[in-house]
């Protein structure tokens, strides 16, 4: 296939499929490409399933699921909230590299218009178009995926306008007006509007979907606002804590935790029914992290009811980043399996894309981890560095601004606020909340880990 090449200074090209790239292997044609559901936790913290030890939190679909295939118990997200880590799930870049290329873009395009010159109301509509609209550029997963077949669906979180602009075939999310974008409740269509509705509402548009299209191979993004604030679970799902010895926060957290299992429970059941189960590869993984301990109460906390513990979501602590990620794909993917190697959320669209015979991008950030999970391999990444640009703050829920750079090992968690010049450094083995500050007696690894930072920076055009 002829390369699509658009021509850009700092990163490889967004649009391109690769010369004799994604052809299906001989192994794939062999046997009819299976469904493919991503499923995306919106605000899961990573100790917060039964498969994860938390007893006190009742998630059997999610136990069933981690134990029917491959659990990645120490795997990371980019960042440390959602958006950019949605964006990372679709393209198989990092957070940084898709906002450059993104800015690139729009730079090019104003150059190719004109800008200058044209009208207030042209320059708007260019700005607005890279503000909301620019996945549309990108070479998504389901762009992938419909070159072999596939036929796509959004439903849940969804930051990209509409299920178009990511390359799917049908969604929940329609986008907005122009004039929506103002108001009390814009922020809400911005997130997904009525894709948010998966599970808290419907489940209807998911079977509608799965019915419409029975002899196809199937691309589902499944990504409910759960257990995402608010904390409004029914009451059937708040009895099950109600009397546990848990604070109201954690009772509340839980009960929205047990409601989005239940509605993977609902997804499976349906693909059961339908003859749809048995073919599919299932995928999980969370946006970003969260803290509710049982003993924690954050109700008359407005910042920490809205996003957790200070160690959570919109933190530069290791929970913050930290997920599982499960692959599961029955006869397939050996069941019962649970592998420490450091897995990055980067390489689930190279994964399920190896895993179904199809190569893998060159300009993929992320790389397959289909041979550990044959047991052929181990121990692909030996470091996962990140950055933030945002962070908690007691003056505004959805943060500030900032410069900060992580880095996680097989013993340590690193963090660098550079804004401030504060670094921190954690030993996993010991202290995996991360409550030891061993920066002062470890010089010699926080100057290791700093260089590491800043090659990794100037290897991603910072």
Request: with cysteine; net charge negative; charged share 25%.
């Amino acid at each position: 296939m002829q390369r699509i090449l658009i021509s850009l200074m700092l990163l490889p090209i967004l649009l391109s499929c690769g010369q004799g790239k994604k052809q299906a292997s001989a192994e794939a044609s062999d046997k009819a490409l299976p469904n493919i559901v991503l499923i995306i936790g919106d605000d899961h913290g990573y100790p917060y399933f039964g498969f994860m030890g938390a007893d006190y939190v009742k998630t059997p679909a999610m136990d069933k699921l981690a134990n029917s295939g491959t659990l990645f118990a120490h795997s990371y997200v980019p960042t440390n909230h959602c958006a950019p880590s949605l964006q990372t799930l679709l393209t198989g870049t990092l957070p940084i590299q898709y906002s450059q290329q993104v800015q690139q873009l729009k730079e090019k395009t104003k150059a190719e218009r004109d800008y200058e010159n044209l009208s207030a109301d042209e320059q708007k509509e260019i700005d607005r178009e890279f503000r909301f609209l620019a996945m549309q550029h990108f070479e998504t997963l389901p762009r992938i995926l419909s070159k072999h077949g596939y036929v796509s669906w959004q439903g849940g979180k969804w930051w990209e306008f509409n299920y178009h602009n990511g390359g799917f075939d049908s969604g929940m999310t329609k986008g907005w007006k122009p004039e929506q974008e103002v108001g009390d409740d814009f922020f809400h269509i911005l997130m997904g509007g009525e894709g948010t509705e998966l599970i808290r509402k419907t489940m209807q548009p998911f079977y509608d979907f799965v019915d419409a299209n029975a002899s196809k191979p199937k691309f589902m993004w499944f990504a409910p606002e759960l257990p995402h604030y608010p904390l409004d679970a029914p009451q059937e799902y708040y009895d099950m804590y109600k009397d546990k010895k848990m604070t109201e926060s954690a009772k509340r957290y839980y009960a929205n935790c047990t409601w989005f299992d239940d509605g993977i429970k609902d997804m499976m059941k349906y693909l059961k029914e339908k003859g749809e189960f048995d073919n599919t590869l299932f995928v999980y993984v969370n946006d970003n992290g969260w803290e509710q301990a049982p003993d924690q109460e954050f109700r008359h906390d407005s910042l920490r009811w809205h996003n957790g513990g200070d160690k959570g979501k919109l933190s530069m602590y290791d929970m913050s980043f930290r997920t599982p990620v499960i692959f599961s794909w029955k006869e397939n993917i050996e069941a019962g399996v649970v592998k420490n190697d450091l897995f990055h959320s980067a390489d689930i669209p190279a994964t399920i894309l190896d895993l179904i015979g199809v190569d893998v991008p060159e300009e993929y950030y992320g790389i397959s981890q289909k041979t550990v999970i044959e047991g052929k391999a181990s121990d692909l990444r030996t470091e996962i560095i990140g950055n933030i640009d945002q962070v908690r703050w007691e003056g505004d829920m959805m943060g500030r601004n900032l410069e900060g750079y992580w880095i996680r090992t097989r013993n340590w968690f690193f963090n660098w606020d550079a804004t401030t010049g504060e670094k921190l450094l954690f030993d996993m083995n010991k202290d995996p909340n991360n409550d030891f500050n061993l920066a002062d007696k470890n010089p010699k690894l926080v100057a290791e880990f700093t260089t590491k930072i800043e090659t990794w920076k100037k290897q991603m055009g910072r």
